[in-house]
C-alpha cells in the first residue's frame, strides 16, 4: 500500500522544509503512526510477532520518544528556530539528495517496494542533510530519529520480519538514542540559557 509511505515520507520533508524545532516530536508520533499502518497493511495474517511489532511501533516510536524529545527540548529552552536553517542552496541540496534516492529506489525495485526504498533512501539523505546543516543538539537527535525510523520502513522490504533478537535489539537501541539524546540535550549549557533570556527580554 502506498499511501502509508507517502503520509511518512510528508512527515519527514514537511518538518525538514517548513517546521520548527518544536514540531519536531509531533512528526515523529506522525512517522510512527505511518509505520504501524505500513506494518498493519503488510501483514497477510496476523501472527505474534506482527502483533508485538506493531505495538512496539505505537507505544515506543508514537508515544514515548516524541514524549522525552518535547521534554528535553522544553528544558533545554533555545529558541524555536527553524529545524533546517531557510537557505536556498539548503534547500536545493536537500530536493536533489531526495530525487536521487528516488531514482535509485526506481532503479532497483518495482512498484510499492521501489516507493519503500526511495522513502528508505530520501529518508537517510534527509537525516544527513539536517545534521550537515544544523548543529543544534535538539535538531541533531531529531535527525538521528528520523534515520532510525526510515530503517524500520526498510523491515518492510524484507520477505521476511527480523528476527526477535534483532528487532528487539534495534527498539533497545532507539530507546537508549532517544533516551541518552534527550538526557544530554535536557539541560541548557550557559550559552543556551543566556540567549533564552535574551529571547525573553532578560539581561544576560
Not at 5 to 26: D, M, T
Not at 47 to 64: D, Q
Request: hydrophobic share 60%; glycine share 10%.
Amino acid at each position: 500500500m502506498r499511501l502509508p509511505l507517502i503520509l511518512f515520507l510528508l512527515a519527514a520533508v514537511v518538518p525538514v522544509f517548513f517546521g520548527k524545532i518544536r514540531s519536531a516530536p509531533f512528526w515523529l508520533s506522525v512517522q510512527a503512526f505511518a509505520l504501524a499502518w505500513n506494518g498493519a497493511a503488510h501483514q497477510e495474517g496476523w501472527t505474534v510477532h506482527g502483533l508485538v511489532a506493531l505495538v512496539e511501533v505505537i507505544a515506543v516510536r508514537a508515544v514515548i520518544a516524541p514524549l522525552l524529545l518535547r521534554r528535553a527540548i522544553r528544558l533545554r529552552g533555545e529558541p524555536n528556530t527553524d529545524l533546517m536553517p531557510s537557505n536556498l542552496f539548503a534547500w536545493a541540496i536537500g530536493v536533489a539528495l531526495i530525487v536521487l534516492a528516488f531514482d535509485f529506489g526506481g532503479a532497483a525495485m518495482a512498484d510499492v517496494p521501489a516507493l519503500a526504498l526511495g522513502v528508505v533512501g530520501g529518508m537517510v539523505a534527509i537525516a544527513l542533510l539536517l545534521l550537515s546543516t544544523n548543529n543544534s543538539p535538539p535538531a541533531q537527535l531529531v535527525a538521528v530519529l528520523f534515520m532510525e525510523n526510515g530503517i524500520a520502513v526498510f523491515e518492510s522490504l524484507l520477505p521476511e520480519p527480523w528476527a526477535w533478537p534483532v528487532h528487539g535489539t534495534l527498539t533497545a537501541v532507539y530507546l537508549v538514542t532517544v533516551g541518552v539524546g534527550g538526557w544530554l540535550i535536557g539541560t541548557p549549557t550557559d550559552q543556551a540559557t543566556i540567549e533564552a533570556g535574551t529571547t525573553r527580554g532578560e539581561a544576560p
